[in-house]
């Protein structure tokens, strides 16, 4: 009789085990659900035109900068990478029906206005260390004004340095329109690497955030002349 050949028993460590779905929190599941929506029919609405960098922002933790014109600022950010990003928005945001119903289904960072909330720091601090993304408008409000910012807030520089996260500026230049093709600049990841290391001073954050903002300046130079050589275009046209 020939030999029957038997393979050996796979104990159950050796079998492959079947990779088991990761189980979406609350907050995953609501930024899906937005991220659909504003594919399927979203875009048509606010439709956003990215310059700069057009990858999307997956791979790690990231903070988000860019300077504030209308409530709607949230929807280019959401759309720049397929993860949940955490915003900071003032406290009086949540006093509003609506506004507290947005905030708490995006788990916003609520702060108050004078920038010197240390909770919010910590949360920040917090997300970032678990990998999630947040997003910063340092000007504090909305621009209604003719200037090109308002006055910046200090913290973003310093948030990027304690915890080593890389900034992604998104400039615009106008306040976003409906139904109208919106254009923001968005940058490539930067690091305040200099400041790596070493004890901050009042006088380090200051130099940091300084050059956050002209980054932000430089930038929004560049999409101002790119959309006026786009309208000399249309007009030869």
């Known amino acids: 009789m020939d030999e029957v050949k038997t393979e050996p028993l796979q104990n159950e460590e050796q079998q492959p085990q079947k990779q088991?779905?990761?189980?979406?929190?609350?907050?995953?599941?609501?930024?899906?659900?937005?991220?659909?929506?504003?594919?399927?029919?979203?875009?048509?609405?606010?439709?956003?035109?990215?310059?700069?960098?057009?990858?999307?922002?997956?791979?790690?933790?990231?903070?988000?900068?860019?300077?504030?014109?209308?409530?709607?600022?949230?929807?280019?950010?959401?759309?720049?990478l397929n993860k949940p990003v955490h915003y900071m928005a003032k406290k009086e945001l949540a006093e509003k029906r609506i506004g507290r119903w947005f905030t708490k289904k995006c788990e916003c960072i609520l702060v108050n206005r004078d920038g010197t909330d240390v909770r919010a720091v910590m949360l920040a601090m917090k997300y970032l260390k678990n990998g999630e993304s947040i997003c910063i408008f340092p000007e504090g409000t909305r621009n209604k004004t003719d200037e090109i910012f308002l006055p910046f807030k200090s913290g973003a520089a310093a948030l990027s340095i304690k915890t080593r996260t890389p900034i992604v500026l998104m400039v615009q230049r106008n306040k976003i329109r409906l139904f109208r093709r919106n254009y923001f600049f968005y940058s490539d990841p930067f690091e305040f690497t200099e400041y790596y290391d070493k004890k901050l001073t009042e006088e380090d954050i200051l130099e940091a955030d300084e050059k956050l903002k002209s980054k932000m300046l430089e930038f929004y130079y560049q999409l101002d002349e790119t959309l006026k050589n786009k309208n000399k275009k249309k007009r030869k046209k």
């Open 20 to 80: 088991k779905k990761k189980k979406l929190t609350k907050l995953e599941k609501w930024f899906r659900f937005m991220r659909i929506n504003y594919y399927v029919w979203g875009r048509i609405v606010v439709p956003i035109k990215k310059l700069g960098r057009s990858e999307k922002f997956n791979d790690r933790a990231y903070i988000f900068v860019g300077n504030h014109r209308s409530n709607l600022d949230v929807v280019p950010v959401a759309a720049s």
